[in-house]
């Protein structure tokens, strides 16, 4: 079982040293009590994600084929029964389907990030085992947050936004903390009251970078008839679609972890360097 144990501090305004074994030297930390960093935030997601580039890479791949694997077999399932089904049903069925290799994503990611930005890396068993452990929790989850999200964001929009800033860090609270489904949607909740405004800047940074990028492709492509043409069902655009998804699912994993342990920090003293990773 992944666990969280968190030391103690010898007070606010000290800064931590702990001893990088992964690169051999010492990493400063920022005291329990002070602010927030979006900046930090970028930082330790960067540097989880590259010390677990490997395993990340085998994990995404996996769970890509099978997501893919599922979604095949659900064509040749409609096509079997001779059936017309509509296109919103059948994208339902598409989510269904890709909830159990999301969710087994989400979870051995979150490990493996929350273990080394503990200063204990895992190996890809350890987190495979993990996210074993709480896959269908985390699908129950993506559920109630996707459902949750849509109606909030129905009633003028704001409510969403407002649940999806409650609800931020309910992931890894799950994976790390164990407990309820429910009980991990409260623990977010009291963890990201008081820096709600931050995550929202977040937010909005995250926007404009993935439409800058969104952008730039569509111009590298050659303007907006290539990029519809691309589209319109170019086997280039699935390795294209496929891998840019990838690498933002990444992000938002490795992201989130990255803000659960600041919050951690801030809140509670438990800052990112003491996240201690134990498998059972």
Not at 10 to 27: E, K, L, V
Not at 124 to 140: E, Q
Not at 233 to 252: C, E, I, R
Not at 267 to 278: C, D, I, N, P
């Amino acid at each position: 079982r992944l666990r969280l144990a968190v030391g103690s501090l010898a007070g606010p305004g000290r800064a931590w040293q702990r001893w990088d074994r992964c690169r051999g030297r010492s990493m400063s930390y920022t005291a329990y009590g002070e602010g927030f960093g979006i900046g930090r935030i970028f930082s330790l997601t960067f540097t989880a994600v590259g010390r677990n580039i490997i395993p990340i890479i085998l994990v995404v791949v996996a769970c890509t084929l099978a997501s893919f694997g599922l979604k095949a077999l659900l064509g040749f399932a409609v096509a079997f029964i001779q059936t017309s089904l509509p296109l919103y049903l059948v994208g339902v069925l598409a989510y269904f389907l890709n909830l159990i290799p999301a969710s087994f994503q989400i979870g051995a990611i979150t490990a493996l990030v929350a273990a080394t930005l503990g200063g204990q890396p895992i190996g890809i068993g350890a987190a495979l085992g993990a996210a074993l452990r709480c896959v269908l929790p985390l699908a129950l989850m993506n559920i109630l947050f996707l459902l949750g999200f849509v109606l909030g964001t129905v009633l003028l929009i704001v409510p969403g936004i407002l649940l999806l800033l409650r609800w931020w860090v309910c992931v890894p609270v799950r994976v790390v903390e164990g407990g309820g489904v429910i009980g991990a949607f409260s623990r977010s909740a009291a963890l990201t009251k008081g820096h709600r405004g931050n995550l929202f800047g977040f937010l909005v940074i995250i926007g404009i970078v993935l439409f800058g990028v969104v952008g730039a492709l569509i111009y590298s492509a050659g303007g907006l008839t290539s990029f519809a043409l691309v589209v319109s069902g170019d086997p280039v655009y699935a390795v294209l679609q496929a891998v840019s998804n990838a690498l933002f699912a990444v992000f938002t994993i490795a992201s989130t972890t990255a803000i659960y342990a600041e919050l951690r920090r801030v809140k509670e003293g438990g800052m990112a360097g003491q996240l201690a990773s134990v498998f059972e």
